[in-house]
């Protein structure tokens, strides 16, 4: 006897064509994402003659992040953290309001899908169509079909992996580079994973990436309660199910106009399933069959489990603002802004330069030929602007310890070029007759200023005297 599979061949979802208020919604959602990918690269943003001047551009060869009038540097990483805490709870919020509104409307499988399914139904007409290609037998005629089909689809893939790597260097010249086959091989690698990723994701596999791939539809459980908004069937109402104008029929005619749109093959009345991404294309559907037999629309919408004993009793549920002003989102609206307001607050005091001072601590200090004791620091001056900064380093208000900077004459600047850093030795001496500070230890404080934009910034240090 055959132990049985363990193995449930993918069964086709060929989804029909519907229109309507959430279809709408879905396709000026993908016009704008889509349009937000494809074009950022393509931005120019001027940042003076010694910086790129790509919009938004991860620059991975110097180490840098642009995005518009943003920079940021390795050292600065907690700003890509925090948008990523705050991409997270914008995650939390939405879902916790208003389910997987993420995996119906934005997510790049569902997106890209979309597309792809659009590219379909063009080449091969609506649902019935492709349901009787897909079981006749190949011939010309479905081979031209199909390859149609695939070439488009590997035009859009070609264009998605294309695109993506426009943003780790400039696009103009990466594009010239690509098209003269003289750019780097793993710009070409990126582009043929992205592109064969695409075209699989989004021709093939589409609703198994989002069913076995995904880890969201798992985890997103624990952020939603009874009181999210999700896409339901009012059974009550709905049940038993017949032809219309049957006397003791409910309100569904079980048209499955409700399943035949429904890209993930699922049949919503049978109930909330891990399957459904909220797309709402199954509440077009069965809007429209409502609008013809002459009965109330909503048989399927958003729903709340909370509202369902009200509506079986008879009651009107809570309105859709109750359901979404809840402590819960509050809380996750709350937290996304504090890490908003901490970020643009981190944004607006940093400077244009920034200072870091490590002491040399083999040996703590050097006693010279004279008796003077001396403490060597290493500092690091970062100029973060478009253009060459010089520095002064002084020792701010000390009348006691003395400075030099390895490699700058007395009372001359340093030079950092732009968008650079530069590593100075410098020298704090405690003369033989200074006592108190040739024996005991002192704190003091580096002071950096820059003199044309008539900014200073300070770092607080140590100076070890003997013995200390
Ligand atoms: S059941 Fe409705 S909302 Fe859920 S995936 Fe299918 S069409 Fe979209
Ligand atoms: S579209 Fe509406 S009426 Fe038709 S089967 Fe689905 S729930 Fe029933």
New binding site residues.
Partial sequence: MSSPSLYAPREPIFPRRVSGYYRRLKWVILIVTLGIYYVTPWLRWDRGPNLSDQAVLVDIANRRFYFFWIEIWPHEFYFVAGLLIMAGLGLFLFTSALGRVWCGYACPQTVWTDLFILVERWIEGDRNARLRLHRSTWTLQKWRLSLTKWAIWLLISVGTGGAWVFYFADAPTLLADLMAFSAHPAAYCTIGFMTLTTFIFGGFMREQICIYACPWPRIQAAMMDEHTLIVG?RDWR?EP?GKANTSDAGD???????VNVCPMGIDI?NGSQMECITCALCID??DD?MTRIGKPRG??DYLALSDEPLEKAGAAPLSTWSHVLRPRNFLYTGLWGSVGLAMLAALFVRTDFEMTVSPNRNPLYVTQSDGAIRNIYEVRLRNKSGEDKMFNISLDGNQVLALEVEGAPAGSGVIVPADTTSLRRVYVTAAPQDAAASTARTEFRFLVHDPEAKEWITHDAVFHGKGT
């Fill in positions: 069937y709905g199910r569904c005619i079980d048209c499955k106009a409700c009345r559907a069965c069959v048989l399927i």
